[in-house]
């Protein structure tokens, strides 16, 4: 583990904020406002805070123009503290730097093209005629399967699957217990039972995506299943095949996209969302946590469904009442023309 | 990657269709109708899809009898396109065919019986008393536990787990990431917390059942947890200790099935569905996208839960009014008596 | 696999049960009465399956002095059959003892405090100055980041993935699949995309802890993400960074808990199950299946929200008078005040 320290004019600089305050103050790390100390960088980003800024340890704060009169120490003062402190996290990563080179029991196979550069992890399993490019990080206990190729930087945690003939982009992450390319749930019905069908598409995700843990994304039965550039996917996302997923969506944990269905760019998915298949989400569509999402959204704008939460004994009385809503929506009805 | 070829006669013998055009025809790839060129076999299974028969490129088509005249060019006529689709996909597949043997990197433990034509990938772990009967595949990174047996042809993708004491049939494919047999979640509660009681059942799995990534088959308490021949389920599904499932039944992605559940043959269970435990489903129950099913079903059907999306405004108007639902439905009463 | 077998005194000493029988019987078991036979032990823990007891061939039961006179065979009477049931569970499990000793196939980093009897399996990866205590078993395939730490007596089933930085206490199992310690979903919006705010926080589990299969516990952001002692989490589970988790809660399947939530004491969180970020639920609540609970609990007690299943043709009717619902009340006033 890496510990580094700055100075506070390094910091200021690097994130383009006016320092106020002791330029030589040594920062060794970031810090909530409630936890940090005289050595640790805070951020309010949220004005739900500012109870915070009296009592705060920091020895420095990321703050905007309009809060820095009410916090009294050094500051860093920036017209986005969320920006700001995205940045700073990057400096004080501990997560450990890999080492260049095919650890000794990783297994690589033929006709692979794979830059000088490359990190391959303890028992990661590399196919055939795959391509990993400049920078390329994979973990240990990885499989990519063969004809796959992963670009520049991109890096895989330890134990991710990847089948064979996928297309990975550059920068991305992927997380622990990902798979990439299983196949699609493609069966057609026959008189007795199901017969497979071989899904001969692949997966082509684009440039700065990231993957959660066990997170699953299916290949294509024909075509591809397609993940645009800036896409961000928490865990345990289910993303069927021939699904496609528009720029710099967000999907959170826990959801899941049925088949062919396609969603637009800069769509915010909460967690634990279902989508049907065959459907179209156009773009700048928000959908709340928990909803189902059966038909087509052809405008942008939040939506939800469900029930709000209450006690179950409240609740059971009014969902016992929701099966009978059609006949009491009539009975009104009957009772409004009287 | 294995590129294939067969000429048109070929595919109409195989696939028992009646051609109609140049039986030297080749076709190399299988492609939906937008996307088909002179040497892909194209499809039309729903006749939706009709109005792209004048303009798709494809070299030939599956197609019904009835839908015949609507195309002009080479065609496979058949009473079920969508089935010989199927079958032609098993042509087309990409998927690398794997290696007999065992990898160097593979670790077997005693006692195993392991026919001469099974393939062990690379750094696969297989423990002692193992079964892999004729042309098993275990994918790379798999581990099998103790005393499990596999079936003949069964196929396991990379990075498989699967524990001690587990039966499952052939001709099954099990998907990266699934889990099969950790145990089920079973406690007493004590006076302080839990007490783990020990999963002492296993799990048997029948024929031609396929599993998705990440999906979880949990080992039963005291009797086995038991999946019969020819079941379908997709990713990311969790089916609790000592659920049973009949056979030829589908599971869509995301859903959960709890302890103790008994489905029935031939039902479908879409995505996202949750069944709580301890119930029992009859036979040919269809249960729709994101349902709660929390009591038994007697009755062959479909069945639904839930509310329809809507625009988080109006939602949170209805939603709200949900929680006086068993108050209006009491005043409308009292409205009708007067 | 291990055969054991007991003769009933052995058991009743053990168990802390009256024996009313045969001292000698031998028992090579646990069964459930209805597939008991004479060596196996059955239990009877639930009033519900007194039907039984005539007809169980069970050689012994673990039995109510309430109900011990409604049956005449062996018998180990106690007070409390169901925790008997889950200490008898132990003595009969069949996982296999794992081998003491580092697998020559296994890679273990620099800088490692391993002790003597440790048991690390084939193919498994161990980073950099990791501390695993006595006991500890960590199983095929699975990988442990640098500098995480892992108590007296744990056991990691295979193909486990621990990242860096993580701790992890005493006597705790975790399950095939599971991920711990992958980056929390933390980006900040920028103009175009999202900047990835990197998680430097660790994830802090505590003693007696059970995580199922598949089951993604995420890294704080800042601060940790934090179970408490006794907590037991059942498959494909999503715990967000920063979430914090009271002693004894216990978490069903395919539940979702967003970031920054807190959940008390003794909390019983059934199956299928999300809860949104930020919020903070008291101890001793529960919430029913496939609930979402969108807001704060400050009260102890049980919670639901949804729609009861029902026949897809009647639910499409009382779902589309969902949307009208508070229109309909708005009309309902209406006449009211007529």
């Known amino acids: 583990m890496v510990k580094r320290s700055y100075q506070l004019l390094e910091l200021a600089q690097h994130l383009d904020a006016v320092l106020v305050g002791d330029p030589k103050h040594e920062i060794s790390a970031l810090a909530t406002l409630q936890n940090a100390n005289a050595h640790s960088l805070g951020f309010i980003a949220n004005p739900a805070y500012k109870k915070y800024l009296t009592s705060t340890q920091a020895g420095a704060l990321l703050i905007h123009p309009d809060l820095q009169d009410e916090f009294s120490g ?70 990519i399967g063969d004809d796959s190729l992963i670009g520049k930087n991109t890096r895989l945690a330890a134990n991710v699957s990847i089948y064979h ?18 196949d699609g749930f493609g069966f057609a019905p026959q008189a007795e039972g199901w017969l497979k069908i071989h899904q001969l598409g692949g997966v082509v995700i684009g440039n700065n995506v990231e993957i959660g843990a066990c997170t699953c994304i299916d290949r294509g039965a024909l075509d591809d299943t397609w993940i645009a550039d800036g896409v961000i996917i928490d865990n345990q996302v289910q993303i069927a095949h021939n699904v496609r997923i528009g720029k710099n969506t967000a999907i959170a944990g826990h959801s899941a996209i049925a088949g062919s269905t396609t969603i637009g760019a800069n769509c915010t998915i909460s967690g634990a969302v279902a989508i049907v298949g065959h459907i179209s989400l156009t773009d700048k569509v928000h959908i709340t946590a928990r909803s189902l999402v059966s038909a087509s959204i052809s405008e942008a704008g939040s939506y939800s469904s469900g029930t709000p939460l209450a006690q179950t ?6 969902a016992a009442r929701f099966r009978q809503l059609d006949s009491l929506a009539t009975r009104l009805i009957k009772l409004e023309r009287k």
């Open 313 to 318: 004994k409240d609740w059971r009385k009014n």
């Open 165 to 182: 003939g996928i297309t990975i982009g550059e920068n991305c992450i992927l997380h622990s217990g990902c798979v990439i390319g299983a």
């Open 74 to 143: 050094n500051k860093l003062v920036t017209t986005n503290p969320y920006i700001a402190y995205a940045r700073a996290s990057a400096l004080f990563s501990s997560a450990p730097v890999p080492t260049v080179g095919i650890h000794p029991t990783a297994v690589v196979g033929e006709n692979c093209v794979i830059a000088s550069d490359v990190s391959i992890g303890a028992n990661a399993v590399i196919g055939d005629a795959v391509i990993l490019a400049e920078g390329v990080v994979i973990g240990p206990g990885c499989y």
